[in-house]
């Protein structure tokens, strides 16, 4: 182990290959994979980073990430240690439509935690169905769709910050957006948020019409990152693909998906490589059609493919 991470190293492990943490199932390895055990050793980790000039990443469950297949060259942080999985829910003992607050950790499931808060009959989560990640990510992307997005519940967020301190942060500070969030570099901690009460059974069915309707729109089950670009202003950037006659398209492995023009499915042998070309493919014919730039959601990790996907761009 590198002399620096001497006194870590047990929480450390060295060229990890990122493939095994993404939905894409794509990308080559991280020089450092740190799963801290609590928010002070996160901070000690990003303070030290910044000694030493290395850069931080922060990954979740690696949903929204396309890592090029060379790899990252800095520290990536991961907050799976049971410590930032943990969900604090309330005694449930008021009227229905009245409010609580939920304290969860970054590394917590969405998943299993919006199918909690509906077993709960807690309303507020529910539109979020189907939507994969821990909600340490869900936070910084901001993830929502037609249904509603999380920062719509969301009420505080405590952060580690660049210089490795633990700081609360209020709504305003978070800055959320289409998609997006002023957080920068901070590495979300913990979140509280507001649920409603509700009746379980208005919750759940709410819950499985959202599930249902996303499934047929989705292809939930094959490799991908979600949606690759955003939507700009006034369009769907799956209408336009699939106007662009590249809905079924594929470069190597990397796939436009049949159900979604706006995901780029992983095939069997597909490189990270093959996705960065399909993108550039994507955003030129778009470009040259419609005189419209597509901008991308998902978020690459890797400089040499940043380069090249500039220059596609
Ligand atoms: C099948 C499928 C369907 C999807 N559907 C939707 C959808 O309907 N709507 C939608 O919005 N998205 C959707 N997505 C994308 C994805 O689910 C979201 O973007 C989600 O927020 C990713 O969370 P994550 O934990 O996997 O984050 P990652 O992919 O690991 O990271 C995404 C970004 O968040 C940052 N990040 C992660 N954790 C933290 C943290 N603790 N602190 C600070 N930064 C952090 C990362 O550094 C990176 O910049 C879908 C993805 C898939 C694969």
Redesign the pocket.
């Known amino acids: 182990m590198d002399h620096r991470w001497s006194d870590m190293s047990e929480i450390i492990a060295e060229q990890e290959p990122l493939a095994l943490h993404t ?1 894409f199932g794509l990308g080559g390895p991280a020089r450092w994979l740190a799963a801290p055990r609590s928010v002070e050793e996160a901070g000690r980790l990003v303070d030290r980073c910044r000694e030493e000039d290395i850069r931080v ?9 396309l890592v090029c297949d060379d790899g990252v060259d800095g520290l990536v942080l991961r ?1 799976n240690h049971h410590a930032f999985r943990q969900v604090e829910w309330p005694p449930l003992d008021g009227l229905r439509g009245s409010k609580v607050v939920v304290t969860a950790g ?1 590394g917590a499931d969405m998943h299993r935690f919006v199918l909690e808060s509906v077993r709960r009959g807690l309303a507020g989560l529910e539109g979020l169905a ?5 909600l ?3 936070v ?2 901001n ?3 037609r249904w509603g997005q999380i920062a719509d519940v969301v009420r505080e967020v405590t952060v580690v910050d660049e210089g490795g301190r633990s700081r609360r942060l209020t709504l305003e500070e978070v800055g959320f957006s289409y ?1 997006s969030s002023r ?1 920068g570099k ?3 901690c913990e979140v509280k948020l507001e649920l409603t009460m509700d009746d379980p059974a208005q919750v759940r069915r709410r819950f499985m019409d959202i599930w249902s309707q996303k499934s047929h729109v ?1 292809p ?1 089950g094959q490799p ?4 690759v670009f955003k939507n700009p202003p006034g369009h769907s950037a799956g209408r336009l693909i699939e106007q662009a006659g590249l809905k079924g398209h594929s470069i190597g492995g990397a796939h436009v998906s049949h159900v979604h023009a706006n995901f780029i499915v992983a095939q069997e042998g597909a490189t990270a490589g093959d996705v960065f070309a399909l993108i550039g493919l994507i955003q030129s014919e778009v470009a040259r059609r419609f005189a419209i730039e597509l901008e991308l959601e998902v ?1 690459v990790w890797g400089r040499r493919h940043a380069r090249s996907l500039e220059s596609v761009a």
């Open positions: 939905t990443y922060v990954l979740g469950l690696g949903a929204n990430l907050l970054a189907g939507i994969p990640g821990t340490g990510g869900i910084r992307m993830a929502g769709g998609r957080l901070a590495v979300v989705q939930l991908s990152a979600g949606c978020k």
